[in-house]
Structures are given as structure tokens and as C-alpha cells.
């Protein structure tokens, strides 16, 4: 069974460039998160997703964030623009549902922001 | 509020000796779940294990074996005969049942940084 996927695995762009972060969630998975990883910190979660709703969005940065899972399936985290604080890993999880369950977490996009 | 401490911030070893991480934890729910996972240089995080908070039984898989106390509120993990491959960054995690938008949340602590040594 494939894992969570992410794309793009690196990313290097200047402030005040957009960006944009795509994930898919293992097969079936109808939760999935984004979580940003700061360097030698746990990661903190941005949003969750049950099915096309986002449910929890009260860490997202709302004025430069922003993220869609249309049909429930994939996910797009963007950035736009990217300030150098936004250096960080961005990963991705999914789980069958939401109590109790596993998250399963993708490999995550390393992003820097020069 | 959940709060995940990880009082280690970095744990060195020789390969072979056991080494155990140290995980405490708060909140106010009495319904949780606690995870840990590991992360390795390529950065993924890997699940290890996941305990509710009704069940105290401590296991022992392999090398692995945990020991969840909800009295003092820990649940620490230990390697057997570490290894090379074991050196990677541990985290814990807490995630709570209660309703509201933010249960389903894992809070992670600050990590701890194993080195195994040959």
C-alpha cells in the first residue's frame, strides 16, 4: 500500500515568491493534515481536513496561507508570499478517521526561504 | 492545554547498550492517546506505537518495549540492544477524544535526539 506522497521534496525560492506544496493521502483516508516542522521543534499542526472540510484551521496564517482539498482526496498548502520565518518543513498526514486514529505522515517539502 | 515534555534534549550511546526515552505529559482529558515516532535523517516520520489512555499495559515488541504510568503521567520508551540504525529523532505525541475542532490534534514534544555509536 503507497504511503502519503508529497511534492515537491525541496523547494528554494526568494521572499515574497509564492509557493505551493501538494499532497495525497494513503488510499481511503478521508482525514488529512498539514503540519509545519521548525527546526529542532516537533511539528505544529496548520490544518485538518475531514473529507473536503476544513475543520480545524486555527493555527493556519490566514492572511499569507491558504490550503483547498477539493474532492476530498489531494491537498495544495500555499504560501503567498513567503517571508524567511516560512523556512521550515511542511508535512502532510492522513488517518482513517479522526479519534484515536494513526496519522500517517508523508515525507514532508523542505522549504527555504531566502 | 496538552503539553508533551521531553526533558532529553540529545542521548548518545554505543551500540548494544539499551537507552530509554523519557516522555511526560499533561492535560486535562481523561480520554487520550499517545503515540511515539521516530524520525530519521531523510526526514519522515515513522509511527511506533500508539497507546489510549485506559490501557496501562506495558509491551514489549522486539527491541521496543514502553512503559505507560498514568499516575505520573509518562510514557517512556526503551531500545534493547541499541543500533546504528536506531539514531534518529524520537518524538511523543498526545492527541485528545473530547469534542470541539481540535480534538484529533497531536501535540508533540521537543524531540530527543539519539546517536547510537559503533
Known amino acids: 500500500e503507497a504511503g502519503v506522497v508529497q511534492s515537491p521534496r525541496y523547494k528554494i525560492i526568494e521572499k515574497k515568491q509564492p509557493v505551493a506544496f501538494w499532497c495525497n493521502p494513503i488510499?481511503?483516508?478521508?482525514?488529512l493534515y498539514w503540519y509545519r516542522q521548525n527546526l529542532g521543534q516537533g511539528p505544529e499542526l496548520l490544518i485538518r481536513?475531514?473529507?473536503?472540510?476544513?475543520?480545524?484551521d486555527s493555527q493556519l496564517p490566514k492572511d499569507r496561507f491558504s490550503a483547498e482539498r477539493l474532492k476530498g482526496v489531494d491537498s495544495t498548502l500555499k504560501i503567498q508570499p513567503a517571508e524567511l520565518g516560512d523556512s521550515a518543513v511542511y508535512l502532510c498526514?492522513?488517518?482513517?478517521?479522526?479519534?484515536?486514529?494513526?496519522?500517517?505522515f508523508g515525507p514532508g517539502t523542505r522549504l527555504l526561504v531566502l | 492545554a496538552q503539553k508533551v515534555t521531553q526533558a532529553q534534549t540529545e542521548i548518545s550511546v554505543v551500540e548494544k547498550e539499551d537507552v530509554t526515552l523519557d516522555c511526560v505529559y499533561e492535560?486535562?482529558?481523561?480520554?487520550?492517546?499517545l503515540f511515539w515516532y521516530k524520525q530519521p535523517p531523510s526526514g519522515e516520520l515513522v509511527f511506533l506505537i500508539r497507546?489510549?489512555?485506559?490501557?496501562?499495559q506495558n509491551e514489549i515488541s522486539g527491541r521496543y518495549s514502553w512503559n505507560f504510568q498514568k499516575s505520573t503521567s509518562s510514557f517512556n520508551f526503551t531500545i534493547t540492544a541499541s543500533q546504528v540504525v536506531d539514531s534518529a529523532v524520537y518524538f511523543c505525541?498526545?492527541?485528545?477524544?473530547?469534542?470541539?475542532?481540535?480534538?484529533?490534534?497531536?501535540?508533540f514534544g521537543q524531540g530527543t535526539i539519539l546517536t547510537v555509536h559503533p
Open positions: 498526514a492522513s488517518s482513517l478517521r479522526v479519534v484515536g486514529e494513526t496519522q500517517y
Open positions: 488510499s481511503g483516508h478521508n482525514t
Open positions: 481536513y475531514e473529507n473536503e472540510e476544513a475543520v480545524d
Open positions: 492535560t486535562r482529558d481523561t480520554t487520550y492517546y
Open positions: 497507546r489510549n489512555s485506559f490501557d496501562e
Open positions: 505525541a498526545l492527541t485528545f477524544l473530547a469534542g470541539g475542532t481540535s480534538y484529533g490534534k497531536l501535540t
